[in-house]
């Protein structure tokens, strides 16, 4: 799987356990994140993200910063893309299943690395379940 990940400075550590993890797994990791604490603007580590997700260049996006809204509000801009803003791994289920979410976004001060690395696992291994769910997704961009 391709998977596109990318962080401001609240997140350079959780972007490394996490890249650690999907690529013990095999996947292949894009890393437009930052790799340092000092001030960073998210925007400019979401739009490259959304941009593979959107060109189909990347399975998944994964965005981190402090409370994971805002990077999550900049990838919602994208056509195509739906980012969900789960910080636990019961959020991360329901907004695959329900939501064909195909960006994740983490809030890096709301949760542990540990609890991170599990809800990019929960993601990633949950498959939309479409039925009555398809056409709520099918509404969600605008027309």
Same mark, same amino acid.
């Given at each position: 799987?391709?998977?596109?990940? !990318? /962080?401001?400075? #609240?997140?350079?550590?959780? &972007?490394? *356990?996490? @890249?650690?993890?999907?690529?013990?797994?095999?996947?292949?990791?894009?890393?437009?994140?930052?790799?340092?604490?000092?001030?960073?603007?998210?925007?400019?580590?979401?739009?490259?993200?959304?941009?593979?997700?959107?060109?189909?260049?990347?399975?998944?996006?994964?965005?981190?910063?402090?409370? !994971? /809204?805002?990077? #999550?509000?900049?990838?919602? &801009?994208? *056509?195509? @893309?739906?980012?969900?803003?789960?910080?636990?791994?019961?959020?991360?289920?329901?907004?695959?299943?329900?939501?064909?979410?195909?960006?994740?976004?983490?809030?890096?001060?709301?949760?542990?690395?540990?609890?991170?690395?599990?809800i990019v696992e929960t993601f990633l291994a949950t498959d939309f379940e479409g039925g009555r769910h398809q056409n709520r997704v099918n509404k969600i961009a605008c027309q």
């Open positions: 799987m391709k998977i596109s990940i !990318g /962080n401001d400075h #609240a997140g350079p550590d959780y &972007k490394k *356990a996490i @890249v650690h993890y999907l690529e013990s797994k095999g996947h292949q990791v894009t890393n437009y994140g930052t790799d340092s604490e000092d001030s960073v603007d998210y925007p400019d580590f979401g739009h490259p993200v959304a941009n593979d997700v959107e060109e189909g260049k990347a399975d998944f996006g994964i965005v981190i910063c402090g409370s !994971g /809204n805002g990077i #999550a509000m900049t990838v919602n &801009k994208h *056509a195509g @893309v739906r980012a969900g803003l789960c910080w636990t791994k019961e959020i991360a289920y329901l907004t695959r299943l329900h939501n064909d979410a195909n960006v994740l976004s983490i809030p890096a001060r709301f949760t542990s690395i540990q609890q991170a690395v599990e």
